[in-house]
């Protein structure tokens, strides 16, 4: 393939008398340039969601991630040591609920100075750092 060949221009006169000399033309002499639409990555702004839609796919997600998490089994573990169950559970909500503010106020911070792909980079390295220790402690065994 030619590094300095022209790119396909694909307007309907060129293209026509393009596609009259395909015979005579190389196919590996020409470049094209075609645009690739990604469904992630689009030009056109996105549709809001509602709040219902926001909450629900939050509540699903924290939901799901937390079952069986060390913090859970903490709570069950002060709740069944304790006489006060229902003090035990507003401890721990109110713990949860702290953090998760935290997690918005700080995200809502970097959200306006930072772009979002720095941000998912950053979270990324975060995520395999958490996973390398992790898997660290386990392998000290």
Same mark, same amino acid.
């Given at each position: ?9 694909? @307007? &309907? ?11 005579? %033309?190389?196919?590996? #002499?020409?470049? +094209? =340039? !075609? ?38 089994? @903490? &709570? ?11 003090? %035990?559970?507003?401890? #721990?909500?109110? +713990? =949860? !609920? ?44």
């Amino acid at each position: 393939m030619k590094l300095d060949a022209k790119p396909l221009n694909f @307007s &309907t006169s060129e293209t026509e008398s393009q596609l009259d000399l395909k015979d005579e %033309v190389d196919c590996n #002499s020409t470049t +094209a =340039l !075609v645009e690739v639409s990604s469904p992630l990555i689009s030009d056109k702004p996105q549709k809001p969601q509602t709040p219902r839609v926001i909450f629900a796919t939050t509540f699903l997600t924290i939901f799901l991630a937390e079952i069986g998490d060390k913090t859970q089994l @903490s &709570t069950l573990l002060m709740s069944a040591e304790s006489q006060s169950p229902w003090v %035990v559970f507003f401890g #721990s909500a109110a +713990a =949860l !609920v702290t953090t998760s503010l935290l997690g918005v106020v700080l995200g809502s911070w970097m959200a306006t100075r930072f772009s979002p792909k720095i941000v998912e980079k950053a979270a990324g390295i975060m995520l395999l750092l958490i996973s390398l220790m992790l898997f660290w402690d386990v392998a000290q065994f």
